[in-house]
C-alpha cells in the first residue's frame, strides 16, 4: 500500500515547454487534489476532482489543467511553463469530504 | 471564500515546554478541521481530524480543539521535544470539498 505517489519527484523545464504530472493513490479515494506550496503563500489549491471524469477549478487554475480518466490516476499539465510557475507541487487524496487527507511527497519543479 | 489564518507564525520554545498553536477560519460552515505536520522538503503528515459535531481530539501529546460557532482551533502539545519541531498546518472541509489551509506555523524545539 504505496498510498500517495507523485511522479516525478524534480524537474527542471524552460518556459514555453508542456509537461504532466502524475498522482496515484491506490486507497480507491473519491476525492483528489492539486496544491502548490510557495515560500509566504501557503498552500494553495490549484484544482481537484470528486470523482472519475470531474474536475473542478480551485484558487488558482490559471495556466493549468487537470485529467481524471481512471479513479486512481490525477494528471496535472502545465500547457507552456512561465517562471512564475516554480513551486512544489502537492497531490492529495481523500476518501470522503470528512475523512483524513493524504499527501504526496511533493513534485519540485523550476522553470528557467 | 474561506480564509484560513494560523498564528503564530513561528515559535520558538525550549525542550519540555507545552505549547498552543493557533488557528482561525472564516466561515463556520465546516464539515471538519485537521491539523498537518510538515518536515523540510517533504510533503504533509495528518496528526488529527475533527469532525464538525466534535469538540476535541487526542492523539499521544497531542490535543486539538474546536470551536466551531467562533471559527477557531487550537493544538496543544504537551512536553515538547525537538522531534518535533516542523511546520503546523490546520485545513478546513467545506462546501464544495475543498480542503482550504492556513499559512502554518514553523516550530522550533531546541534541547
Known amino acids: 500500500n504505496a498510498g500517495v505517489t507523485q511522479t516525478p519527484k524534480f524537474r527542471v523545464l524552460k518556459t514555453g515547454q508542456s509537461m504532466t504530472l502524475l498522482c496515484a493513490q491506490d486507497?480507491?479515494?473519491?476525492?483528489m487534489y492539486w496544491y502548490r506550496q510557495d515560500p509566504g503563500m501557503g498552500l494553495r489549491l490549484i484544482h481537484y476532482s470528486v470523482g472519475e471524469g470531474t474536475t473542478a477549478k480551485g484558487e488558482v487554475p490559471d495556466g493549468y489543467n487537470v485529467s481524471r480518466l481512471k479513479k486512481q490516476n490525477f494528471l496535472l499539465g502545465l500547457e507552456s511553463a512561465a517562471p512564475s510557475q516554480t513551486s512544489v507541487y502537492f497531490c492529495?487524496?481523500?476518501?470522503?469530504?470528512?475523512?483524513?487527507?493524504?499527501f504526496g511527497q511533493g513534485t519540485r519543479l523550476t522553470v528557467v | 471564500k474561506q480564509e484560513v489564518t494560523q498564528i503564530p507564525a513561528a515559535l520558538s520554545v525550549p525542550e519540555g515546554e507545552n505549547l498552543v498553536l493557533n488557528c482561525s477560519f472564516t466561515?463556520?460552515?465546516?464539515?471538519?478541521l485537521q491539523w498537518f505536520r510538515q518536515d523540510p522538503g517533504k510533503g504533509l503528515t495528518s496528526l488529527l481530524l475533527i469532525q464538525s459535531s466534535q469538540r476535541e481530539q487526542t492523539s499521544g501529546r497531542l490535543n486539538a480543539s474546536l470551536d466551531k460557532s467562533s471559527g477557531r482551533s487550537t493544538l496543544y502539545i504537551a512536553a515538547s521535544q525537538p522531534g518535533d519541531s516542523a511546520t503546523y498546518l490546520c485545513?478546513?472541509?467545506?462546501?464544495?470539498?475543498?480542503?482550504?489551509f492556513g499559512g502554518g506555523t514553523r516550530l522550533m524545539v531546541k534541547p
Open positions: 485545513a478546513v472541509v467545506n462546501a464544495g470539498n475543498m480542503l482550504t
Open positions: 466561515d463556520s460552515a465546516i464539515y471538519n
Open positions: 492529495a487524496s481523500t476518501d470522503r469530504v470528512n475523512t483524513e487527507a493524504f
Open positions: 486507497m480507491n479515494h473519491e476525492y
